[in-house]
């Protein structure tokens, strides 16, 4: 009876294992041919074609004859069939080919290549940004939950996330650009500084990256903070914070190394979620900032109705989302082993 017994526990983790590795790597996979799927497809559904935007009157690109119009079709392979354009787009994604971009007549890795690492850079600061004033916000307000402190921040975050980011975005470019002139109005560096002093160009990036970088982490720091506080409130009854302080130890240690860390596992998740929703958000931030990255890039796709540019940029962010989140699933089964079972 014992010796089943222990059979049968040992067996259960290996099982456990297998059981929850596979659906996790498998939803990605599943996810990851979805998003291409209408990546391609969501892009066509719109009115109107990319032939017509480069054919429309006041156009640079103007053209007026019909045989002009179907030579731009067939060079495009606009004149095929759409599942005959999708299969040539699955085809093309095998070899890493994302098309031919419409409007600038390169092909999209190109133009991928140059702009994903400043949207990468813009996200990750303003992540960066958001999680460590959200979470030092929310444990300190909730360790002193009731006080003038907690309700000022209480406030002034629910305040930062009824205003929308455009509004915000150009409420800062006035403020601190055009009136104060402390930043640059657009642009994610000066012309021409790359050819100065490596380190003198490191410094000119980081001052066009403030302004846009915190206004996208205003909002996403507002629900960090709201949430982490709401998480350590319900820590602080907790009988491992009563047993520290009847041993003597520090409000500090209690604060950061014992209750912030039991109260981190809803961050994590609503982090992953963040950088999902920065991938969006950042559309609007780089239009408004000028900033050259994807979000700007998907702008002047959008009003050109261009297709390959438009699939490429959409996939690419969409796989750095399901990426993060895959991780992130991960990370939150080696933080909280119960969710393994």
């Not at 963040?274 to 239009?287: C, L, R, S």
């Not at 050259?292 to 050109?304: N, T």
């Not at 390959?308 to 750095?320: A, H, I, W």
Request: aromatic share 10%; hydrophobic share 45%; glycine share 10%.
């Amino acid at each position: 009876m014992s010796s089943y017994s222990s059979s049968k526990v040992g067996a259960r983790p290996s099982r456990t294992t297998r059981g929850t590795a596979s659906p996790l790597a498998l939803s990605y996979v599943v996810t990851v041919f979805l998003l291409i799927t209408l990546n391609f497809f969501l892009p066509r559904a719109r009115p109107g074609d990319p032939v017509t935007s480069l054919t429309t009157e006041g156009n640079v690109s103007y053209v007026q004859d019909a045989v002009t119009r179907s030579k731009l079709e067939a060079y495009y392979g606009l004149d095929r069939p759409l599942f005959t354009q999708y299969g040539r787009y699955l085809g093309g994604l095998t070899h890493g080919d994302l098309g031919v971009s419409i409007r600038y007549n390169v092909p999209v890795a190109e133009l991928v290549k140059e702009r994903l690492p400043w949207t990468l850079l813009l996200v990750g600061a303003a992540m960066l940004l958001a999680v460590i004033v959200g979470w030092v916000a929310g444990i300190h307000s909730a360790w002193r939950r009731g006080k003038g402190a907690d309700r000022t921040l209480v406030a002034t975050s629910l305040a930062l996330r009824s205003f929308p980011t455009f509004f915000l975005g150009s409420l800062a470019v006035l403020a601190f650009s055009v009136k104060l002139g402390w930043f640059p109005v657009a642009g994610s560096f000066t012309p021409f500084s790359h050819q100065a002093d490596p380190l003198a160009w490191v410094v000119d990036v980081g001052h066009h990256l403030v302004l846009p970088a915190a206004v996208l982490a205003l909002g996403f720091a507002s629900s960090q903070y709201l949430t982490m506080r709401a998480s350590m409130v319900g820590e602080l009854g907790a009988d491992y914070l009563l047993l520290g302080r009847a041993k003597g130890l520090g409000e500090r240690r209690l604060k950061y190394r014992y209750g912030a860390r039991n109260a981190l596992l809803p961050v994590v998740t609503l982090t992953a979620l963040h950088v999902g929703m920065a991938m969006t958000e950042v559309i609007v931030v780089e239009t408004v900032f000028a900033y050259q990255g994807m979000g700007r890039l998907v702008f002047e796709a959008v009003s050109f109705r261009d297709y390959p540019t438009l699939g490429g940029c959409f996939l690419v962010l969409s796989l750095v989302v399901v990426t993060l989140n895959f991780a992130a699933d991960s990370l939150y089964r080696v933080l909280d082993p119960r969710t393994t079972r």
